[in-house]
C-alpha cells in the first residue's frame, strides 16, 4: 500500500523592524527543505503577501483563507522564523484556519560572525515569543530538537521526518473506525474496554458477529472469485505446502469476507475473535488472514483487543511499516533486560526470518490438529523496535498507555508460534510500571524507532495520559 504524499502548510514569521529581507530567502530556504523531503507546501506567494510571510492581520487572513481552502490536504503545518517574527500574526493564522492538525515551530541560527543590524535574526528569541502566544491561544505545537535549526541541516531533516510521523498517527485517529469480528475470549478480561470513551476521541467501533462471518463463509463457493483470488494470495504469501487444502478454502472464504465487510463498512482496521469458536465451527484459525491484513498495512489484532491495534495502528503510521500485536510472555533466562515476545501467531511476514504456515499448537489439543491450521511460524529477525500500549482508563474516563524502545535479539529460542528475544533498557522498571498501573499483557511492536512520535502525538495533540520508558527528547 503506496504511503500518501504529505502536504505541509507553511508560515513565515516576519516583524519589519527586523532584516525583512531574511523572510524571503528564509521562505525559499524552508520551501527547498520541504519540497527536498518530498512534500507538498501550502503557502501564501509573495504577490499575495510580503515576500509570502505574514505580519499584518490582513496577511494573517489571506494565508488563514488559503489554508481553510486546503483543509483537506494539509497533514501539518509549519511556523518558520528567519527572524524574530511577529507573533500575533502566527497565532491568529492558526486560530482563524483551525485546521487543528499538528504544527512544528523552527527558528533559524543566527550567524555569530555576521550580527549586524542588517543581517541579525533574533529568532532565537522570537521563537519564545511565538510559543507563548500559542500556549496563550490553546493552540498545541511541537519543537525541533535543538532551539534553532537551518531548514538545510541533518538535524531538521530528521526533526521533520519525525513531525511527518507525528501529523500520519493524528489525521490517522481522526475518524478511525475499528472492526470487532466476533466477541472477545469469555476467559479475557484483560482485553476489555469503553467504547464510549473511544467514540469522545473520535474512534468508532463497528462490529460484526461470528456468525455472520461463518454463514457469509458457508454461502460461498470454491469457484468464488473473491475466494479464489484470496487463495492465491494466501499461496503467494506464505509457504503452505503442509497444510490440506481444505484448510485452505476456509482461511480463503474467510479472507474475503472480511476484506468485503471492511471496504463496505469503510473499516481500517481490525481485532477478531481468533479462538475457539472459529476452530470449533469453522476448523482454521484466521492467524494467516490476519498476518496478511497486518503486513498490507491494515492492522489487525488477536482476541478481540481493540486498544490492542490502536497501538498497532500508531505504529505503523508513524513507521509506515507493519505492526505485530504481542505477549510480554517469557523471561530469558536471567537477563533482567531480556524476555520473550510471542504470539501464536498471526504476526506480519515482515517481522520473520523465515515464515510458513503450521497448525496452532496451544488450542490443538482442546479443538483438534485437523482444526488448527493457519498459524504464522518463525522467529522474529533481529532488528531495532518500538512498542506502544494504549487502554481505556473507565474508572477516570480517560486514554493512557506507554511507549517506549529496544531491540529484538538473535539469541537462540526453541518454541512454537512467531517469537523472538528483545532487550529493553531498564525492562524490569518498565514490567514494574506495567503490573503497578494494571496494563494488559499484550504490546503493539513495530521494527522501527518511532516512540517518540507516538508518545509526542499522544500527549499534545490527542491529549491522553503516557509514560515513555526511556528518554522521549530524542527524536
Not at 503506496?2 to 529581507?21: C, E, L, Q, W, Y
Not at 486560530?95 to 541560527?109: E, F, N
Not at 522467529?379 to 480517560?398: N, V
Request: aromatic residues 8%; glycine residues 8%; contains cysteine.
Amino acid at each position: 500500500m503506496a504511503s500518501k504524499k504529505m502536504t505541509m502548510g507553511m508560515i513565515v514569521g516576519n516583524r519589519g523592524f527586523f532584516p525583512d529581507h531574511l523572510a524571503k530567502t528564509g521562505r525559499e530556504e524552508m520551501l527547498q527543505a520541504l519540497q527536498a523531503a518530498g512534500m507538498d507546501v501550502v503557502a501564501t506567494t509573495p504577490e499575495e503577501t510580503k515576500y509570502g510571510a505574514v505580519e499584518t492581520r490582513q496577511e494573517s487572513h489571506r494565508c488563514a483563507e488559503l489554508f481553510k481552502k486546503n483543509r483537506e490536504r494539509i497533514d501539518g503545518i509549519i511556523v518558520t522564523l528567519p527572524n524574530f517574527g511577529e507573533e500575533r500574526a502566527i497565532a491568529d493564522t492558526l486560530r482563524w484556519a483551525d485546521l487543528r492538525v499538528p504544527v512544528l515551530v523552527q527558528a533559524t541560527p543566527d550567524d555569530p560572525k555576521n550580527m549586524t543590524i542588517a543581517a541579525r535574526r533574533d529568532s532565537f528569541c522570537g521563537k519564545m515569543s511565538a510559543c507563548n502566544n500559542l500556549r496563550q491561544y490553546g493552540i498545541p505545537y511541537s519543537l525541533t530538537t535543538l532551539h534553532t535549526e537551518r531548514p538545510d541541516s541533518a538535524e531538521f531533516t530528521k526533526d521533520l521526518q519525525w513531525f511527518a510521523a507525528i501529523c500520519r498517527i493524528v489525521n490517522g485517529f481522526r475518524n478511525l473506525r475499528i472492526g470487532a469480528i466476533g466477541a472477545r475470549p469469555t476467559a479475557f478480561n484483560t482485553v476489555r474496554y469503553s467504547e464510549k470513551i473511544l467514540e469522545s476521541q473520535g474512534v468508532s467501533i463497528e462490529t460484526l458477529d461470528l456468525s455472520e462471518v461463518l454463514g457469509r463463509i458457508e454461502r460461498m463457493k470454491d469457484s468464488d472469485d473473491r475466494a479464489q483470488a484470496k487463495l492465491a494470495s494466501i499461496h503467494k504469501y506464505v509457504d503452505a505446502s503442509g497444510v490440506p487444502a481444505l484448510a485452505l478454502m476456509k482461511m480463503a472464504k474467510l479472507g474475503a469476507v472480511i476484506d468485503h465487510w471492511m471496504a463496505e463498512t469503510e473499516v481500517a482496521v481490525s481485532a477478531v475473535q481468533c479462538w475457539t469458536s472459529m476452530e470449533e465451527n469453522l476448523g482454521v484459525v484466521p492467524c494467516t488472514v490476519m498476518s496478511m491484513m497486518s503486513d498490507g498495512l491494515l492492522s489487525s489484532a488477536c482476541e478481540v483487543d481493540i486498544c490492542g491495534v490502536l497501538g498497532m495502528h500508531a505504529l505503523r503510521l508513524a513507521s509506515e511499516t507493519p505492526s505485530a500485536l504481542l505477549d510480554w510472555n517469557n523471561n530469558y533466562g536471567s537477563d533482567p533486560d531480556k524476555a520473550v515476545c510471542f504470539h501464536c501467531s498471526n504476526l506480519p511476514k515482515h517481522f520473520f526470518r523465515s515464515v510458513k504456515m503450521d497448525f496452532q499448537e496451544i488450542i490443538a489439543g482442546t479443538v483438534g490438529k485437523e482444526n488448527t491450521f493457519g498459524t504464522c511460524v518463525g522467529l522474529i529477525k533481529p532488528e531495532k523496535m518500538s512498542f506502544a500500549r494504549f487502554s481505556t482508563d473507565d474508572t477516570s474516563g480517560k486514554m493512557r498507555g506507554y511507549v517506549g524502545e529496544g531491540r529484538f535479539t538473535d539469541d537462540p529460542l526453541n518454541t512454537f508460534g512467531g517469537a523472538g528475544v528483545v532487550e529493553i533498557p531498564h525492562l524490569q522498571k518498565l514490567l514494574h510500571f506495567i503490573c503497578e498501573r494494571g496494563f494488559e499483557h499484550h504490546v503493539a511492536a513495530n521494527l522501527s524507532s518511532v516512540a517518540s512520535a507516538v508518545q509526542e502525538a499522544a500527549t499534545r495533540y490527542l491529549g491522553w495520559d503516557m509514560y515513555y520508558h526511556g528518554d522521549p527528547g530524542a527524536n
